[in-house]
T-cell receptor, first 109, second 112 residues
Framework: KNEVEQSPQNLTAQEGEFITINCSYS?????LHWLQQHPGGGIVSLFM???GKKKHGRLIATINIQEKHSSLHITASHPRDSAVYIC???????????FGEGTQLTVNP | DTAVSQTPKYLVTQMGNDKSIKCEQN?????MYWYKQDSKKFLKIMFS???????INETVPNRFSPKSPDKAHLNLHINSLELGDSAVYFC???????????FGQGTRLTVV
């Protein structure tokens, strides 16, 4: 079993819908990252968080350290949000990132 | 200016060849990484360097050898390429091991 599990694997939404992607992990972490990978392949870091909640535009990321769980929310989704969203954790034992398998999001107009 | 740049973006080569992928960052970061993304889009760390010193070396065949001539560069050399090496390779950098990572655009390697 992967140390980082994401759900759902695939998500299709209509433009304007509120979207939630979940990430659960099984190790002690120093930080959790949410990344976005567009169809062209480039990877962009969206958030790095170790507690609480962060917001950037229409994106919100939350983390519950006790429950080892994080969520990425997208409000008022748009077709340009279509991408793969990847959760990654940095363990307390080192500097490596361990990745979830990603969530393919498709937002239809 | 591109923060983390990799070259080439695409690489098609025959089995048995030796090839290199170059990575440079202009962010002043001291830690650089190589990740491999397989056909299922799953990312896995291969190597990590901090101040030109190897700090992470996952279970990667000896045919893969990273080289860091200075803090701003981390190149990946692959000997005797095999079909299973086909993947997208991403370089990334961060300031220390516990800060946001910046990724290059990836190098799609196809071994035929």
């Amino acid at each position: 079993k992967n140390e980082v599990e994401q759900s759902p694997q695939n998500l299709t939404a209509q433009e304007g819908e509120f979207i939630t992607i979940n990430c659960s992990y099984s190790v002690g972490i120093s930080a959790l990252h949410w990344l976005q990978q567009h169809p062209g392949g480039g990877i962009v870091s969206l958030f790095m968080l170790s507690s609480g909640k962060k917001k950037h535009g229409r994106l919100i990321a939350t983390i519950n350290i006790q429950e080892k769980h994080s969520s990425l929310h997208i409000t008022a989704s748009h077709p340009r949000d279509s991408a793969v969203y990847i959760c990654a954790v940095r363990s307390t034992s080192g500097s490596r990132l361990t990745f979830g398998e990603g969530t393919q999001l498709t937002v239809n107009p | 200016d591109t923060a983390v740049s990799q070259t080439p973006k695409y690489l098609v080569t025959q089995m048995g060849n030796d090839k290199s992928i170059k990575c440079e960052q202009n962010l002043g970061h001291d830690t650089m990484y190589w990740y491999k993304q397989d056909s299922k889009k799953f990312l896995k760390i291969m190597f990590s360097y901090n101040n030109k010193e190897l700090i992470i070396n996952e279970t990667v065949p000896n045919r893969f050898s990273p080289k860091s001539p200075d803090k701003a560069h981390l190149n990946l050399h692959i000997n005797s390429l095999e079909l299973g090496d086909s993947a997208v390779y991403f370089c990334a950098s961060s300031l220390g091991g516990n800060t946001e990572a910046f990724f290059g655009q990836g190098t799609r390697l196809t071994v035929v």
